[in-house]
């Protein structure tokens, strides 16, 4: 059974003061997710991806198309007892203590009280949030608002965790802490599905990505897949070569950066780099490091989206490995 | 603790942390404390005096506070945002909102019951002991309760549809206009034009009729309000406030949360 | 030093001169407002304005607080009786409508028809004399009150003190008898005043209640103004009865009382209710100390 499963939704919103045009948010979309795994739903801003999201969790309804979540379809309110939902941009009651809030949400998913109050410390402790556990959530800093928000996803032990953008507005220290969470419940056998516009983040935690612009879906597949599609190429640092030596290299490099008195070239044939490299010990130059480099998400995400539109399949994304390559 | 209950209670505490609910109720404990003084100003019509001010007291503030807590019931969870939270759990829509009604009906209940009390006080204070006779006025607080069921009521499916102010300047006019249906109705019969006395008709029937509950200057003079009309006034609110409740519902299953 | 943005201002100086003159400003604000209140004064006829004549209309836009509407005319009433009372004047023009109005938002009120019906039938400068209009408010009240039965004995006495028809009086006391809970007297009452000459009794029965049952001191008051008037009156009538027998007896009217109780018809010099001593006036009929405190007008 799929976690989630989604066929040809579509979400169109009517626009203008008469609300007689509209606006369509979600094309078509068709996704599957399987249990256990990290699922990451990549996009631009306003690329449907909260949509998305508020569809599957009943808060927005579909124009056509279905889904179902854990075998059931989206109409089954008591299938939210085995959810967890973490909203974008959070905002929580602002008079309510952080586990006060916390048991309140206990409440709703109809916990006992001893169940209750032992989950909100576990989870204040978890989260790092033991000491503020009598403080009023008005008094939060966005970073604290965003962790009691995860523990309010957690509080009924889900098997599916949703989370809308995760790591905005947090610093470095808190994204990796959400990090750590995330692998930390896949560690436990949960599927997560999230949605970010981070490529880095999604690039560390995913088993499996959707990219979606403009309401649909360009791309979608195993995430080692598609990096291992990347035009493999390794990177020569060189400390302040003289253009002698840049004019004998420049066969070799398909690209030239300068950073400081450093430059970088990108070698992407393999037999071409021990060949570069004898050239440039005989030359004398300052070799500072030599590193592999992947093709990242970023790459296969910008295009994607400059592609035509059209929902990709794993076929495709041989396709487009191979242009890249013919292109360099 | 049912989900319905859960809400409830949440939305209880949340009006009672509303500071000008504070603000309300002294207000009008200070106003029946006044009272006492207003009596002595006219002659022979103390008690009647502290009755009728206690009484439109408690009447007055009541309104207030349902209007202006009943307009965010929805609204504020809405724009702030909360409801996202509340509704990706396992509740249904129904039980928001029928809980968000509850509790502010229990919030009102207590304000009532504290203004009550403060009434007996003023009222012991002035006549230097009180009878079983005095429990009468307690006719009257239950039928202002019942108008401010009604008046939540109508406030809640505001909120559900429209802003706060246009909420409160609809609930108002309602109340208003609830309140004159009778002459509303005579009018009609008096214009002689059918189309207007069977459209006025009409509204009589289908407009909540507030001037059923209006048992203050009866109770004043220590009449007692027949058990039919207690009943029938009962049946009346609950029916009412039911279709409220349940258009109310109907148009949040509709809303969506962008 | 906080300087305000407009440069204007800054020559005015730092923020406690700017909050003196603007406290300052508020003085100016007296010098004015007399003024205008002198103008009004001098237009006052807007005092005499109801607001709204009609406590039919008002009733139906009171929504549901029409016994507290009631409550503050039936205030606005009585300041309005005050006030013309102390000022000495003839007329009481306000006084019906606000009645009516009063009473149209309550008809329940019943101390709104008993003192107000007071109020109406007294002659000025203690009422507004105008005993009609006392009768008509009495029998609303007892229109929308009709077991009220001290209405009825309210509705008797204007018969009786102020239009002098006992004929009508007597037929009301004895309506007012037949209501539940009405005391024995009313039927007495009735009796006395229909027969002939019992007008002393019956009046001072009257008086006699109203003194016990009122809780007002302005109404005590007159109660017991009536009542000693009423006993002096006796007084005088039996005193005169003496006097004459006197000049019938030693053929020369008594200069003074002394005489009378020199010829042992009088024990001692009968004193007045009030503590003063009768006396024997110029025309030889008995008479009030001057410094006696009744006032036998009260009678009339």
Redesign the interface.
Known sequence: MLAVETHDLTKD?PVGFFRKRSKRALDGLSLRVEPGEVFGLLGPNGAGKSTTL?IL?????PTSGTAQILGRELHD?????R?G?L?E?????D?LSAGEFLN??G????LEAAVRKQRVERLLERLGLAASRDVPLRKFSKGMVQRV?IA?ALI?EPELI?LDEPMSGLDPLGRREVRDLILELKAQGKTVFFSTHILTDAEMLCDRVAILNGGRLQGCGDLREILRLGVAATEVVLDNPSPAILKELSPFARSVVWTGELARLEIPEEPDVARALNVALRLGAKIVSLNPVKMSLEDYFLARIEDAPGTASPDDLAAVGRERRGAR | MSRVASVALHTFKESVRERVLYNLIAFALLLIGAAILFGSISVGVEEIILINLGLSSISVFGLLMAIFIGIGLVSKEIERRTIYSILSKPVYRAEFIIGKYLGLLLTLAINTAIMTAGFYVALFYQKRSLSLDDLVVLEAVYFILLQLALVVGLALLFSCISTPILSAVFTFCLYIIGNLLNDIRWFGQETGSALVEKGTAVLYYLLPNFSNFNASAQVAHGESIPPYLLLANSLYALLYVGILLSASILIFEEREFR | MMASDVPALRRIGGRKARWAILTASFLALVPLQYGIDVELRAHSKLEELLYVPSGKILRRLSLGHAGLLADIYWTRAVQYFGRKKLDRARRFDLLGPLLQITTDLDPQLVVAYRFGAIFLAEKPPGGAGQPEAALQLLRRGIVANPNYWRLWQDLGFIYYWDLKDYASAARVFHAGSERPGAQVWMKVLAASVAAEGGEIQASRLLWSEIYRQTENDQIRRSALDHLQALRAQEDLEHLNRLLWQFRQKAGHAASSLQDVVAAGFLPSIPRDPSGEPYKVAPDGRAGLSPHSQIDLRLLQ
């Open positions: 919103y508020k969790l009943r808060l927005v309804f309110v008591s299938m939210h007892a959810l939902y909203p941009n959070p905002y929580f009651y008079h309140y949400a409440e709703l998913f109809g928000g309010q009924n949703f």
